[in-house]
């Protein structure tokens, strides 16, 4: 083996210890791919984890969940971050990814010791703090804070990721403020997460985004929703997304973060997040 070659595979052996990003998907007899895992934003059980969050992470563990998405943006329910891994790996379970608020991004320092602690690959702003009518010029000055704050934590190994919500999505201008911040961010430094769910509520195929901005994905979030331009979701396999397509159209899917999320629910939340986990790991690609 050559030693730049020797080098790269002892890199990926590393980033595959520290962050459980192992090949997630598996062929078929049918030559198709499956998912062999997949993880679950926790936001989707919050009312359970606000509750019980220790029991909450055994029940998602128990359905086969292997990697949770963490809720920094809600103090991880008040649970300190060294207690939090404990309870992550006793339960076999990564936190490869966490949400957080922009304005955690004053503070970037003690996210990046949490990170470190917990285990995190990623630090993804989950919404912009922007207050009153929203503006082009509002979404370029956020791009040039997640620029800043991504070369910073690139320093201690960790990305800066930026989650789409529906009103990122609303044409401003005659522009999508979304594609300017896209399109302004820096790749070296800031990586995104497409909620395919807040995508299709803005009235847009997320399989367009994946077309235009696809090299830019590295996290998703796999929601889905009743009908294009609906304000709510749905189990997955029950409404408007292909998610078949989807997957199949996400390059170098082994290599991302796919989160299960859902939002609203006609039962129990933990019966739909299962529900949700067996659609998408039996679904073929």
Known sequence: MHRRK???????????????????????????????????????LRDDARRDLEGT????AAIGYKDVELLGS???????PARLREVLDRNGLRAPSTHVSGGALDNLQKQLDDAQTLGHQYIVVASLPIEGQRTLDDYRRWADRLNEAGQRARSRGVWIGFHNHANDLAVIDGLVPYDVLVERTDPAAVRHQLDTGNTAMAGRDPRDYLRRYGARYWLF???????????SDTELGNGFIDFRALLASIENIDEKLLFVEQ?????VPVDSLRRDYEYITKLEF
């Open 221 to 231: 979030h796999i929601k889905d929703v009743p009908r294009l331009g609906a304000a």
């Open 263 to 267: 939002e609203t629910y006609p039962g």
């Open 57 to 60: 992470l055994a029940d998602i």
């Open 6 to 44: 020797f080098l790269s595979a002892i890199g990926l052996t590393a980033a595959v210890a520290q962050f459980g990003c192992a090949p997630k998907v598996s062929r078929t007899g049918g030559g198709r791919r499956r998912l062999r895992s997949a993880g679950i934003q926790l936001y989707s």
């Open 74 to 80: 809600m103090d991880n329910f008040g649970m300190p």
